[in-house]
């Protein structure tokens, strides 16, 4: 891709925004960057406009637009630009073209980050020079800034991220699972699973897909590897916490971390994607060892008076909130709540009559969740995690979970799901 003195609009000053910009800069572009909100730190020597208008977008009159994923391609903001320019691209899409070792892909609404975090922990272990990066961990942008650049990509694919892929090709593509989603951004759940398609779309039959078994999937140009939970015919399978290869026991997930039934499945596919790659089954096993997973995903918190406190602030969609719920044995008092996405908690019914004996709900869908909730289960508002935790104290025996699992974002009172995690271990913390 040549950029000698093509002139580039990078829209969005976070970490990718910043990586694509010095990426572009050092291949011969002009650059600029530009953000539509006020900026406090700005070291780098690229110029940059914050408070960025539709005016400033007809003065530059870009070539070439790369978006960071924060960016909706279709405000007025960024239409502004795009109006004018030759070529319009995602920061993931921009770097890929740069990068000529092999790429681990991972898409799916839920276990991104888990197991992009895995993948990457078993190819070190593996001997290979590796990165969990894209939406999780560092910019592919920023890993092609240093001297010794990776072997190999573990490379996590949000759909926003996906939506402006034209050339990206994966080796292996990673497909989890697919459950609505992001609909405060997108117009349709189907306009969401397209986006997300586009990870098999440049893949070929040299190349590999793991996916979940009994997804809906058009067909697929790469080989076909898949797992399950379920009992569904697959490549592999997980039974009572093992996993089986054609019937044969591989691992028992009760010698790891990740025991819990979401994260069998982030297991397999992780296995999956670097036996593709030619890993031995023994590296991948003393890899899973040793792994710990990221933090806010379903992770223990403390044992007080016999309650397990659980955090999965992760949870930030009903598919992720129902699989942290499905994974819990003891009686559950469930803490929910954050911004409105616009998602319908009614499917939930079945399965909080079931495993939860009450629910404290919060933020800016209290509400709708009050109201979905309460005619089943015993349902409290709370105006704050401390608050919600307190009550929750309340409510536990002996023997039960409070999980934290909000099931929507976390925008409307924090920064991000980590922020709000942290404000709930604080507070659980805090308990005498």
């Given at each position: 891709m040549n950029l000698q003195s093509l002139k580039v609009a990078i829209l969005g000053a976070g970490r990718s925004g910043k990586a694509a910009a010095l990426l572009a800069q050092?291949?011969?572009?002009?650059?600029?960057?530009?953000?539509?909100?006020?900026?406090?730190?700005?070291?780098?020597?690229?110029?940059?406009?914050?408070?960025?208008?539709?005016?400033?977008?007809?003065?530059?009159?870009?070539?070439?637009v790369i978006l960071s994923p924060g960016v909706d391609p279709k405000c007025e903001f960024?239409?502004?630009?795009?109006?004018?320019?030759?070529?319009?691209?995602?920061?993931?899409?921009?770097?890929?073209?740069?990068?000529t070792g092999k790429i681990i892909a991972i898409t799916g609404t839920n276990g991104k980050t888990t197991t992009t975090?895995?993948?990457?922990?078993?190819?070190?272990?593996?001997?290979?020079?590796?990165?969990?990066?894209?939406?999780?961990g560092i910019p592919v942008s920023e890993l092609l800034l240093r001297k010794d650049v990776p072997e190999i990509l573990a490379l996590e694919a949000s759909s926003f991220q996906l939506a402006s892929v034209q050339q990206f090709h994966p080796d292996v593509a990673i497909?989890?699972?697919?459950?609505?989603?992001?609909?405060?951004?997108?117009?349709?759940?189907?306009?969401?699973?397209?986006?997300?398609?586009?990870?098999?779309?440049n893949q070929t039959p040299a190349d590999w897909a793991v996916v979940r078994a009994g997804e809906s999937l058009p067909p697929l140009k790469a080989q076909l590897l898949t797992f399950t939970t379920e009992g569904l015919p697959a490549t592999l399978s997980c039974?009572?916490?093992?996993?089986?290869?054609?019937?044969q026991p591989i691992i028992d997930l009760k010698e790891t971390a990740m025991s819990q039934i979401h994260n069998s499945e982030n297991v397999m596919a992780a296995y999956l994607a670097c036996r593709a790659l030619g890993i031995n089954a023994s590296v991948i096993c003393a890899a899973l060892k040793e792994f710990v997973p990221p933090g806010h995903r379903c992770e223990l918190v403390r044992?007080?008076?016999?309650?397990?406190?659980?955090?999965?602030?992760?949870?930030?969609?009903?598919?992720?909130?129902e699989a942290a719920i499905k994974s819990q044995k003891a009686?559950?008092?469930?803490?929910?709540?954050?911004?409105?996405?616009?998602?319908?908690?009614?499917?939930?019914?079945?399965?909080?009559?079931?495993?939860?004996?009450?629910?404290?709900?919060?933020?800016?869908?209290?509400?709708?969740?009050?109201?979905?909730?309460?005619?089943?289960?015993?349902?409290?508002?709370e105006q704050n995690i401390p608050g919600c935790v307190k009550h929750a104290q309340q409510l536990a025996n002996c023997g039960d979970v409070v999980l934290f699992s909000p099931g929507t974002s976390s925008f409307d009172m924090f920064s991000g799901y980590v922020q709000r995690g942290q404000a709930y271990r604080d507070a659980v913390l805090a308990l005498p």
């Open positions: 050092s291949r011969g572009a002009q650059v600029c960057v530009f953000d539509s909100s006020p900026l406090k730190d700005w070291e780098e020597v690229i110029p940059v406009i914050q408070n960025a208008t539709v005016e400033d977008a007809l003065r530059f009159h870009p070539e070439l960024a239409q502004a630009f795009i109006s004018q320019a030759q070529e319009v691209m995602g920061e993931f899409e921009f770097s890929s073209r740069f990068f975090a895995l993948v990457a922990k078993i190819l070190q272990k593996a001997g290979f020079r590796a990165e969990a990066c894209g939406n999780y497909w989890l699972n697919f459950a609505p989603d992001h609909l405060d951004r997108y117009v349709s759940v189907e306009e969401y699973y397209q986006d997300k398609l586009h990870i098999f779309d039974e009572n916490g093992i996993i089986m290869d054609h019937g044992t007080l008076d016999g309650v397990i406190w659980l955090n999965d602030s992760k949870a930030t969609n009903l598919h992720a909130l009686p559950v008092v469930l803490i929910a709540g954050g911004k409105d996405k616009g998602l319908d908690y009614h499917p939930l019914i079945p399965l909080l009559k079931q495993k939860a004996k009450a629910a404290i709900v919060f933020g800016q869908i209290h509400q709708q969740l009050y109201d979905t909730f309460s005619p089943h289960i015993p349902t409290y508002i």
